[in-house]
């Protein structure tokens, strides 16, 4: 339930804060902004589905999906490291320009508004490294995380009451869905894009410690005990010959 709650937190993180962020690092008026972060979102989109693909119809989808989930939050904590505002990036990032005027027209000019302080010390991830990042690390991550952890998750439940933990599972991304909108934009508004950064790297270093640490409990259910040793049960002990 947390790997999926975290999931969704990045992923509102992606939806909500991309166009504000990309009108801010590359300056980009309302317009392009909204139209490159879709061809950058749809070209994203394209490599889940190849991906879903491959997991579904090749020998990747046989595999430990122990694997898979580990393999998907180290692509996840790669993005987090490519996109973060490193000293050495280019900065600082430029208010958004006025000219005769003490508007600030997004919709002619992109940038940074002149209420955000953070953008006087804040460097600017390059738009190649972002693209490739958004696109084909986290096309890689979001699939190798969502296919497998259902299906872990239903193979340790077994037959346990299905419906009511795969709801409570459920309601663990709606949770995320709905505190990650207020919660990153408000630390936007006050950071920029540092601390939602950070919080999910330290999110995501979490799950992959818990990854490691349960990885031996993450198996499916077994019905049958082994033989000659006492199994409790809802209604007595069973011992199997």
């Known amino acids: 339930m947390y790997l999926w709650f975290m999931m969704q937190s ?25 139209f490159y972060n879709g061809i950058i979102q749809w070209l994203g989109c394209c490599i889940d589905i190849v991906n879903y693909v491959i997991i579904s119809f090749t020998f ?6 122990r694997k898979l989930l580990i393999f998907s939050v180290l692509c996840f904590m790669l993005h987090h490291v490519l996109t973060f505002p490193w000293p050495f990036f280019d900065g600082p990032l430029n208010y958004i320009s ?15 508004f002149r209420r955000y302080e953070w953008c006087a010390h804040t460097t600017r991830v390059p738009l190649p490294i972002y693209a490739f ?21 239903s193979e340790i439940l077994g037959p346990r009451k299905q419906g009511f933990m795969q709801g409570l599972f459920e309601f663990g991304g709606s949770v995320a869905r709905c505190v990650a909108p207020i919660v990153l934009t408000t630390l936007f508004e006050s950071s920029g894009y540092l601390w939602p950064t950070v919080i999910h790297f330290i999110m ?23 033989t000659g040793v006492p199994t409790r049960y809802k209604n007595g002990v069973l011992y199997r010959l």
């Not at 990045?10 to 909204?34: D, F, G, R």
């Not at 990747?60 to 999906?65: A, C, I, L, Q, R």
């Not at 990042?133 to 998750?153: E, M, R």
């Not at 995501?204 to 049958?224: H, S, W």
């Open 133 to 153: 990042s958004v696109i084909v690390i986290s096309g890689f991550a979001f699939p190798f995380l969502a296919a497998p952890l259902g299906t872990v998750f």
């Open 10 to 34: 990045i992923s509102t993180n992606v939806e909500i804060i991309s166009t504000p962020l990309t009108m801010a690092l590359y300056e980009w008026n309302e317009k392009k902004a909204v």
């Open 98 to 112: 006025t000219g005769n005027s003490s508007v600030e027209d997004t919709s002619i000019s992109g940038g940074c």
């Open 60 to 65: 990747v989808g046989k595999m430990d999906k």
């Open 204 to 226: 995501l270093l979490i799950g992959l410690v818990l990854l490691i640490v349960f990885y031996r409990r993450l198996v499916p259910l077994p019905l049958l005990p082994k």
